[in-house]
């Protein structure tokens, strides 16, 4: 298990950050048992001594905004676990980060099997796309991409795909099933990386360009 830092006990912050990580560390002990949803908010946020209008101002979209809460935990812990990279060739930084980022969530393991669930319902499909992209995005910033061009975006894209089912994998089969996913996945990324290099991907662009702006200032004979 990686030694992660508690980021709820740290006294920055002003009430409302701070109120939110207490009310996160009750929720975590109660979802096991009530499950991830809105009985174990209100739960959780009675643990801390708060009122229903309390939690209304504090948590507006309830048992979501507390999902939101442990996977940005998550992402801050694996970061701060993660080190320098700078010893890490380009496909062990991918593997120590996806990895590291897999091993904070099993803090507490059935805890984050009922968010899993939560964040699995239709109706959250778009909150775990912007999570997931969001934690690639931090992860490849991490391992030194600096890519502004379209590869910015395909990078994060594939990332976001081997995330999700890597942490269902890790949750409900195993370390080595998710450590073996991993570990197939990273190989097709590095198979594509070495597929695109020295591809000129914005020609197309470069060409519908030219064919406008001849269209528009054709040449005069």
């Keep these: 298990m990686i030694d992660t830092p508690q980021l709820s006990n740290a006294p920055e912050g002003d009430w409302a950050d701070r109120m939110e990580q207490s009310v996160l560390d009750s929720a975590l002990g109660l979802a096991p048992r009530l499950g991830w949803n809105g009985r174990m908010v209100r739960a959780a946020c009675e643990a801390r001594g708060l009122s229903e209008g309390d939690q209304e101002l504090l948590l507006p979209n309830g048992a979501r905004d507390l999902a939101v809460l442990l996977w940005r935990r998550h992402d801050d812990q694996a970061l701060a676990a993660l080190g320098d990279p700078a010893a890490l060739k380009i496909r062990e930084r991918i593997a120590r980060a ?8 099993m803090a ?18 778009d909150l775990v796309l912007s999570l997931t992209w969001a934690t690639a995005d931090r992860l ?26 890597a942490m269902t994998l890790r949750l409900f089969d195993g370390k080595d099933a998710a450590d073996a996913f991993v570990a197939a996945r990273i190989e097709n990324v590095m198979v594509f990386e070495k597929w695109k290099a020295g591809k000129d991907f914005d020609a197309p662009v470069r060409r519908v360009t030219e064919m406008l702006s001849r269209l528009r200032y054709p040449q005069r004979t």
């Design 98 to 105: 996806l990895e590291t980022r897999l091993e904070v969530a």
């Design 108 to 125: 507490h393991p059935e805890a984050e099997k009922r968010a899993a669930g939560f964040m699995a319902l239709p109706t959250n499909a």
């Design 140 to 165: 490849w910033r991490w391992a030194g991409d600096t890519a502004t061009d379209w590869n910015h975006y395909s990078k994060r894209t594939i990332l976001s795909g081997i995330l999700i089912p």
